[in-house]
């Protein structure tokens, strides 16, 4: 299995708190991808990253932000939570842009309540 | 905007039988569609086809490509219980990252 490793696996925050997921990743891959998985939408693009620092939106991305100061690591901030936002979170990782399937975390569960 | 649609939604069937899983797509710049397996947590990879009419194979499952009438299947021969997943199909957009467009997914049930 690729190191990708999520973190918290489990979370329930309330409506307007800050929420920050983490990745962390050993592979010294180059490319990672935060999803959102939703019965009936299949799993949606919010933010990914292609180095550190560099960072772009993807289809969903209203209403998060990113940062990438370090390869290993990508983090995902909800600055103020919405039930919206119940959802569960992917992190996915790969070496290269073109042609190259994704490697992804085992998830985290966020419940906004 | 690219799509990937896929059907059925679900499937129960019975083990042994064989199954065919449908993904058509419209994507900008087509590069290749993927097919992945969820069971209870993270998508794994099955397949990558990137050209018409070759069929990929693992075992009893195997998928082929139709660029002219832009759709993928994948087949499951003599299904057994540990079939029973949510598999997805996607396809890259365009640019230099492999952004993934995820199908929804077929929720495939095999009872014994």
């Known amino acids: 299995d690729a190191g990708i490793t999520q973190s918290p696996r489990h979370k329930v925050t309330e409506t307007g708190t800050p929420v920050t997921l983490r990745c962390h990743q050993t592979?010294?891959?180059?490319?990672m991808y935060w999803y959102r998985q939703d019965p009936g939408h299949g799993l949606r693009l919010i933010h990914y990253s292609y180095g550190v620092k560099d960072t772009d939106k993807g289809e969903v991305s209203d209403g998060y932000s990113v940062s990438r100061s370090k390869t290993e690591d990508f983090l995902l901030t909800l600055e103020s939570a919405t039930s919206s936002q119940t959802s569960v979170y992917f992190c996915a990782i790969s070496s290269t842009g073109r042609d190259e399937k994704l490697f992804f975390g085992s998830g985290t569960q966020l419940s906004v309540l | 905007e690219d799509k990937v649609v896929q059907s059925p939604l679900s499937l129960v069937v019975h083990e042994g039988d064989t199954v065919t899983l449908n993904c058509s797509y419209e994507?900008?710049?087509?590069?290749?569609l993927l097919w992945y397996k969820q069971e209870k947590k993270a998508p794994t990879f099955l397949f990558m086809l990137?050209?018409?009419?070759i069929e990929k194979k693992s075992g009893r499952l195997s998928s082929i490509l139709d660029k002219k009438e832009l759709f993928s299947i994948l087949n499951i021969t003599a299904t057994q219980t540990g079939d029973s997943a949510i598999y997805l199909c996607?396809?890259?957009?365009?640019?230099?990252?492999?952004?993934?467009?995820f199908g929804t997914g077929t929720r495939l049930q095999v009872t014994l």
């Open positions: 994507v900008t710049n087509f590069r290749s």
């Open positions: 996607a396809s890259p957009g365009d640019g230099t990252a492999s952004k993934l467009t």
């Open positions: 990137t050209s018409s009419g």
């Open positions: 592979e010294n891959h180059r490319y």
